[in-house]
């Protein structure tokens, strides 16, 4: 059963960076495509960026610029930059197979930008 865990969330001031992890166990990880998504309470989950196997890259109209996604297959573990954060960027991320895994979804981590 494959199982996710996110990390690296936290309060940061608008303008700032954080860098999200999110580590995969007891799949054959470096086959999977691999998405970011966030969720505002009372939203539908968002697709934020996406990685394919052969490392290519998606990203929301909202993030491009500002956030990139990369993976490492040696770690299992793919990463989400986010530099230039603004409040609008306040959610709940988790991280995902495409298409999710039927195993579920992971806890997620916070993020919250605010002065």
């Known amino acids: 059963q494959v199982q996710l865990v996110e990390s690296g969330g936290g309060l940061v001031r608008p303008g700032g960076s954080l860098r999200l992890s999110c580590a995969v166990s007891g799949g054959i990880f470096r086959i999977y495509a691999m998405v970011w998504y966030r969720q505002v309470p009372g939203k539908q989950r968002e697709r934020v960026a996406s990685?394919?196997?052969?490392?290519?890259?998606n990203y929301a109209d909202s993030v491009k610029g500002r956030f990139t996604i990369s993976r490492d297959n040696a770690k299992n573990t793919v990463y989400l930059q986010m530099n230039s954060l603004k409040p609008e960027d306040t959610a709940v991320y988790y991280c995902?197979?495409?298409?999710?895994?039927?195993?579920?979804w992971g806890q997620g981590t916070q993020v919250t930008v605010s002065s």
């Open positions: 990685i394919t196997n052969d490392f290519k890259t």
């Open positions: 995902n197979r495409l298409p999710p895994f039927t195993s579920g």
